[in-house]
C-alpha cells in the first residue's frame, strides 16, 4: 500500500485511453493529460503520479482494476523490471496498429501534411529472438528483486544482463532472454556460472573496480556466432582460462575476441579487438551481397526485416544505368550497395569514419566499383562544392538518425533538386519535422511504416518524394 504522502498521489479508477509517445498511455482527469506508463489503452487502473506540471502529470500504473480487452500476458518474466519490450502486454496486432497511427500523428500533427498514399505498416517476420546482436553487462552491484531485499544469506550480488532503466549502477540478472536466438542464452548464463565458480571480479561502476565489464553476443543467418568479452584490465590469468574454456563448451562460436576497457564508462567502439580464437569477423548475406561485421561494425539488429526494408528502398528508387544516387548517412553502406547494383554510381556519406571503412571494405568484397564513400560531418561535406565535384544526384537516399537531419543539410537537400527523395528514419517526429521542410519543393508520394522492433515503441519509417514540377 502507499504510504500518507504517496496517497495525494494516487488517482483511483482512472480510465487509459490512448496510446502517447514513449509507449506511455494517455488519459484525461479535470481536463489534465496524464501520460501513464505500464498501461494499455482500455484499462482501468488505479495510477501513482510520478511528475506533476501545470499542463501535464507522468504517473504509473499502481494496481489494475479491469484490464483491457486487448492486454494480454507478458511471456518474459523479466517483463516490468527490464527496460526492453514494454509492450508484451499489448496484442501484436494492436502493437502495429499503435505504431502505424504514431506515424499518421507525427505527419499531420507536426508535418502539417495528408499528402501521400499510406501503406499498412509490415510486420516483422519474427517477433521473438528476432536480434542478431545483444550487449550484457556485468555488475557487482545487481538489482535485487523485491523477495531477495531482506534476504540475508546466500545471496550474491553479481549479475550479467540489463541495465535498469534509469539507474545506471544497476544491473537486473537475466536468466532467459527471448530477443537473440539460441546458443545466447546459454553462452550468457554458463559465462556468469564460470565467471563467479573461478572467482572472477564483476565490474563495479561507482567504484571503478572488478575485471569483467560486458559481453557481446553476434548471429548471423549463414551460421557466424560471435563472441566477445570486455575486461577491465589486461589480466593474463583470467582472460585465457576463460577464453579457452568457452571455446570448448561452445565449438560452434566462429569468431572470439576480447577487449580492454580502462575507461570510466562502457563504450567500446573506439577501442581495439584482439581475436583470440577463429576469424575477426562474421559474414551476413542478403540477395547475393555479402558484407563482413567485426565487433563495432553497424549492422541492423533485425535482420529479416532489415532485408524487407532494403528491397522497399531499393523499388522505391528504382534506379537505372544513367543515375547518380546520394546515399547520406550511409553507414556500413548496405543501402548504397543495394543500390549500386542498377545505378550508374552511388555517393555516400557517412560521419563514422569506422563506419566508412566497413562500407569500402564490403563494396570491395562485392565487387562494386561504382561506389564511393566519404566520411565526415554532414552539414560541412554536404555543399555547392561536393555538388560540383561529384555531381547532382538524380535520386538522394537519406537514413539520419533519431534526431534527424540538421537545417543545413535540409538545404542543401532542396539545393541537390534531386528528382527522388527516399528518407529512412527511425523517428517519425523528427521525419516530419524534417519532410515539412521540403514539402514546398518536394511532393510526398509514398509512406511506408515498418516494425523493427516488436515489443516496443520504435517504429521505422520509409518517406517516398518527387520535386514538384
Known amino acids: 500500500m502507499p504510504g500518507r504522502k504517496s496517497r495525494n498521489r494516487l488517482k483511483e479508477d482512472v480510465r487509459l485511453l490512448d496510446m502517447a509517445a514513449e509507449g506511455k498511455c494517455v488519459a484525461r482527469i479535470e481536463e489534465k493529460v496524464y501520460f501513464v506508463e505500464g498501461g494499455v489503452p482500455g484499462d482501468v487502473a488505479d495510477i ?12 504509473r500504473v499502481y ?8 492486454r494480454k500476458e507478458a511471456f518474459c518474466s523479466h517483463f516490468g523490471i527490464c527496460g526492453g519490450c514494454k509492450w508484451q502486454n499489448l496484442e501484436y496486432e494492436k502493437q502495429l496498429e499503435y505504431k502505424e497511427k504514431q506515424v499518421r500523428d507525427a505527419f499531420e500533427r507536426i508535418g502539417k501534411t495528408k499528402e501521400g498514399r499510406w501503406f499498412p505498416i509490415l510486420p516483422s517476420p519474427q517477433n521473438r529472438y528476432y536480434r542478431n546482436k545483444l550487449e550484457f553487462t556485468f555488475s557487482s552491484h545487481r538489482w535485487l528483486e523485491s523477495h531477495e531485499i531482506h534476504q540475508t544469506e546466500g545471496l550474491s550480488h553479481n549479475a550479467l544482463g540489463f541495465h535498469i532503466p534509469k539507474k545506471f549502477d544497476k544491473v537486473l540478472e537475466i536468466k532467459h532472454c527471448y530477443l537473440q536466438p539460441d546458443p545466447s542464452n546459454a553462452i550468457r548464463n554458463w559465462t ?3 565467471a563467479e565458480e573461478k572467482g572472477y571480479s564483476f565490474f563495479n561502476i561507482r567504484e571503478q573496480s572488478g575485471q569483467l565489464r560486458n559481453l557481446l553476443i553476434r548471429t548471423t543467418s549463414t551460421g557466424g556466432l560471435m563472441v566477445v568479452v570486455i575486461f577491465a584490465h589486461r589480466a593474463e590469468e583470467i582472460i585465457e582460462p576463460m577464453l579457452s574454456a568457452m571455446k570448448k563448451a561452445f565449438p560452434e562460436i566462429t569468431s572470439l575476441q576480447y577487449i580492454i576497457n580502462t575507461k570510466r564508462n562502457d563504450s567500446y567502439q573506439d577501442l581495439k579487438a584482439i581475436p583470440f580464437s577463429g576469424e ?32 522497399l528502398v531499393n523499388r522505391l528508387a528504382n534506379a537505372s544505368e544513367n543515375d547518380l544516387v546520394y546515399d547520406l548517412y550511409t553507414g556500413t553502406g548496405t543501402i548504397a550497395q543495394f543500390v549500386a547494383r542498377k545505378a550508374k554510381k552511388v555517393v555516400g556519406v557517412e560521419y563514422v569514419e569506422a563506419a566508412v571503412a566497413d562500407a569500402r571494405e564490403n ?3 562485392n565487387r562494386l566499383d561504382n561506389v564511393q564513400f566519404f566520411s565526415g560531418d554532414m552539414a560541412k561535406v554536404l555543399n555547392q562544392t561536393f555538388f560540383e565535384n561529384h555531381g547532382k544526384p538524380d535520386i538522394l537516399i537519406t537514413d539520419p538518425p533519431r534526431a534527424g537531419m540538421h537545417p543545413d543539410v535540409i538545404q542543401q537537400v532542396l539545393a541537390s533538386e534531386a528528382g527522388k527523395i527516399i528518407y529512412v528514419s527511425c523517428n517519425p517526429a523528427t521525419q516530419a519535422r524534417d519532410i515539412a ?19 516496443t ?9 518527387v520535386l514538384r514540377k
Open 437 to 455: 521542410m521540403l514539402l514546398p519543393k518536394y511532393e510526398l508520394i509514398e509512406i511506408h511504416p515498418l516494425d523493427m522492433f516488436p515489443h
Open 457 to 465: 515503441h520504435h517504429v521505422e519509417n520509409v518517406a517516398l518524394m
Open 63 to 70: 494496481r489494475l482494476k479491469s484490464p483491457s480487452p486487448d
Open 192 to 194: 556468469r556460472h564460470f
Open 363 to 365: 563494396a570491395a568484397i
Open 48 to 59: 501513482l503520479i510520478e511528475k506533476d506540471k501545470k499542463s501535464y502529470a507522468e504517473a
Open 280 to 311: 575477426a569477423f562474421v559474414w551476413e548475406e542478403m540477395e547475393n551481397l555479402r558484407f563482413r561485421i567485426g565487433p563495432t561494425s553497424f549492422y541492423q539488429t533485425n535482420g529479416p526485416q532489415a532485408l524487407a526494408m532494403y528491397q
